[in-house]
């Protein structure tokens, strides 16, 4: 008997604070903000790849290639911290009409160029010094972090015009957000991909602009729910 009497106890207690508690008039709308920029320095993966039918040989030529473009690269005055190697391999590969093995040397280096406009200076020394593949170049920039907090508050601002606009038809006012959800993805500037080709170029001819960064969209996507009043 006390055991039902405390089951109904506690039904009852429910009951109540059910009907105490009321639903908050909301609203839930999302914002995109988005913020366009002339990147200003570029990430370049460039690579010597050399064939041989012996391992020793091929290894000392893509050695010989690679010290080669590193002495290019300080020429450039790039800071030490700004150049580094990705990648070594050595691998054999066998040919099927000959029946023997050819062998493979790959040296990556990854570069920061930091003044985009030493930018065709870089890429015709890369190549001239033994560079026969990049393998990337990706164009960002500095501020990338003061750039996305921009296109955040545009989101916020977006959203919450959002909601305005909705409930301006009803007569009611957007109040405090209640809760706040970032959606942004990852930003991850897109790589161009290409083979790189031997620039000729004569002396009486001018140095090549053969560079348009155009603009990079940094954008930032929230979901929010506002209090009506």
Do not use: C, W
């Not at 366009?36 to 690579?47: F, G, S």
């Not at 690269?73 to 990705?86: E, V």
């Not at 030493?118 to 170049?137: A, F, Q, S, T, W």
């Amino acid at each position: 008997m006390k055991k039902a009497v405390l089951i109904l106890s506690i039904m009852f207690m429910s009951m109540s604070y059910a009907q105490e508690v009321k639903q908050v008039p909301q609203i839930s709308v999302n914002g995109e903000g988005k913020v366009k920029v002339v990147p200003d320095q570029a990430t370049i993966l460039a690579t010597i790849e050399t064939k041989g039918n012996n391992a020793k040989d091929v290894k000392k030529q893509n050695d010989q290639k690679i010290e080669a473009v590193l002495k290019f690269i300080k020429k450039m005055n790039l800071a030490p911290a700004d150049y580094n190697t990705q990648r070594v391999s050595l691998n054999p590969e066998y040919d099927y009409e000959k029946k023997k093995h050819n062998y493979n040397a790959t040296q990556t280096i990854e570069i920061l160029l930091k003044d985009l406009s030493k930018y065709d200076e870089l890429m015709e020394g890369l190549v001239d010094e033994g560079i026969n593949r990049i393998d990337n170049v990706t164009f960002q920039s500095s501020k990338l972090a003061q750039y996305q907090s921009e296109a955040r508050k545009l989101a916020m601002k977006e959203a919450k015009l959002k909601a305005e606009d909705y409930v301006s038809v009803l007569g009611q006012k957007v109040g405090r957000a209640m809760t706040v959800s970032d959606n942004s993805q990852t930003y991850y500037p897109q790589p161009i991909r290409y083979a790189a080709m031997k620039m000729e170029m004569s002396d009486a001819q001018a140095p090549r602009e053969t560079l348009a960064v155009g603009e990079i969209n940094i954008t930032a996507n929230v979901s929010v729910s506002f209090i009506l009043e």
